[in-house]
């Protein structure tokens, strides 16, 4: 499996960016895709995850009602639109990929695949 991420950048807070991530070498459908974020001098943190259909999605407190993951399994890609962003949101944030059906399991980290990450900057 391959996860190519984009769409990062420098925002001023409030402002919005939108995360895509595509997905390459197996069957979409069958897996679980998220997102994390690795803010500077933290560890990698759980942000948002999606299951094959998109009807069972997980979020972080710190971003619900602000950030929403969505799927295209046309396109092979998972996608997560971040509204209102505030300085605490800068990080690198990560596509991530796992096997499986509950969206629920990949909030302990308990990913198949990473993507590389693509850095999101909200100055203040």
């Known amino acids: 499996v391959q996860l190519q991420a984009s769409g990062g950048g420098l925002v001023q807070a409030g402002g919005s960016l939108r995360l895509s991530c595509e997905f390459s070498?197996?069957?979409?459908?069958?897996?679980?895709m998220g997102w994390f974020r690795q803010a500077p001098g933290e560890g990698r943190r759980f942000v948002a995850s999606?299951?094959?259909?998109?009807?069972?999605?997980y979020y972080a407190d710190s971003v619900k009602g602000r950030f929403t993951i969505s799927r295209d399994d046309r396109k092979n890609t998972v996608d997560l639109q971040m509204n209102s962003l505030k300085p605490e949101d800068t990080a690198v944030y990560y596509c991530?990929?796992?096997?499986?059906?509950?969206?629920?399991?990949?909030?302990?980290?308990?990913?198949?695949?990473w993507g590389q990450g693509t850095l999101v900057t909200v100055s203040s």
């Open positions: 999606t299951n094959w259909s998109g009807n069972d999605t």
């Open positions: 070498g197996r069957t979409f459908s069958t897996y679980i």
């Open positions: 991530a990929s796992k096997f499986g059906i509950r969206a629920g399991t990949l909030i302990r980290g308990r990913v198949d695949y």
